[in-house]
């Protein structure tokens, strides 16, 4: 199972600041995904990365930026926050296995709340 | 258009007893099949996972059926313990695609 770690968990900021969103996982899986998910709601995947150097926008629009630098890496940024970007942010990674079937393991989440 | 549907919000289960959870898709090329569990301000952990080329797997008290003719799985839970208060979700992926998620399913145990 992947050590997957998310900083901050809890994050409230006024409108307008920039934000990062740390992820990281020691497992050395190559792929890794945000979700973002509001209560109730199911998960949506709003970015992923399949390797270094490689990011993709997901099926939810966001106007959130990622980057992946390094294979253990995958921040997520928000230039400018609204309370429209107040949810539950959720960094996922797992390992490419070539034939699918690929369990996605998750970190803690991080709560964000913009005022 | 929801490819991955559990369309029960809450189940209430006595401690002790069976709980089911269901999930149902659409779309007959997934091919994998996971459920997670998600407590308030957590991230999902896994559960348990199932292959299309098969119809069972069991995990302790934890066993998934997939019907792929009904395009349904569902989970058990036997026998129910206060910690399983939780929402569950069922996730389902195409070869080498990204996973699509329901809406969650919330477990209350009653002791």
Known sequence: ?115 | DQQVKQNSPSLSVQEGRISILNCDYTNSMFDYFLWYKKYPAEGPTFLISISSIKDKNEDGRFTVFLNKSAKHLSLHIVPSQPGDSAVYFCAAAAYTQKLVFGQGTRLTINP
């Open chain 1, 1 to 115: 199972e992947a050590d997957i770690y998310q900083t901050p968990r809890y994050l409230v900021i006024g409108t307008g600041k920039k934000i990062t969103l740390e992820c990281s996982q020691t497992m050395g899986h190559d792929k890794m995904y945000w979700y973002q998910q509001d209560p109730g709601m199911e998960l949506h995947l709003i970015h992923y990365s399949y390797g270094v150097n490689s990011t993709e926008k997901g099926d939810l629009s966001s106007e959130s930026t990622v980057s992946r630098i390094r294979t253990e890496h995958f921040p997520l940024t928000l230039e400018s926050a609204r309370p429209s970007h107040t949810s539950q942010y959720l960094c996922a990674s797992s390992e490419s296995r070539g034939v699918g079937q690929e369990t996605q393991y998750f970190g803690p989440g991080t709560r964000l709340l913009v005022l």
